[in-house]
Nanobody, 120 residues
Framework: VQLQASGGGLVQAGGSLRLSCVASGRTFSTYALGWYRQAPGKEREFVAAINLNGGSTYYGDSVKGRFTISSDNAKNTGHLQMNSLKPEDTAVYYC??????????????WGQGTQVTVSS
C-alpha cells in the first residue's frame, strides 16, 4: 500500500484546511486510516483515526471538536477536515494505514507527510 498525503499549507489562526490521504496498491488490505503529526522538537502526536469497515472514529484530545476524519472507500481516500486551527496545530501531518487490529492501531504503511502552518 502506498499513501499520498496532500492539502497542507499556510493558514491564519481560526481558518480551515482539508488534508487528503490517497491509498494505492493493495488497498483491499487497509483496515483503518489514521493521522499523526509532529512539530519540530516535539514527539509524534496522534490526531485522528477511522475504521474503514465500521466507520468508528477516534480523536486526540487536542483536536476533538475541531477536526473531523472521514473516508471515501470507493476512492481509497481519507480526509482530515481541520477547523478553528490554532498556531499549536503547526506540524507535519502524516497519514498511516493499518491492516488489522483494534484502536489504537499499529500502522503498517505511512505517507510522506504534509506541512501545516498556522500563523497567529
Amino acid at each position: 500500500v502506498q499513501l499520498q498525503a496532500s492539502g497542507g499549507g499556510l493558514v491564519q489562526a481560526g481558518g480551515s484546511l482539508r488534508l487528503s490521504c490517497v491509498a494505492s496498491g493493495r488497498t483491499f488490505s487497509t483496515y483503518a486510516l489514521g493521522w499523526y503529526r509532529q512539530a519540530p522538537g516535539k514527539e509524534r502526536e496522534f490526531v485522528a483515526a477511522i475504521n474503514l469497515n465500521g466507520g468508528s472514529t477516534y480523536y486526540g484530545d487536542s483536536v476533538k471538536g475541531r477536526f473531523t476524519i472521514s473516508s471515501d472507500n470507493a476512492k481509497n481516500t481519507g480526509h482530515l477536515q481541520m477547523n478553528s486551527l490554532k498556531p499549536e496545530d503547526t506540524a507535519v501531518y502524516y497519514c498511516g494505514a493499518a491492516t488489522r487490529g483494534r484502536f489504537p492501531y499499529e500502522y503498517d504503511y505511512w505517507g510522506q507527510g504534509t506541512q501545516v502552518t498556522v500563523s497567529s
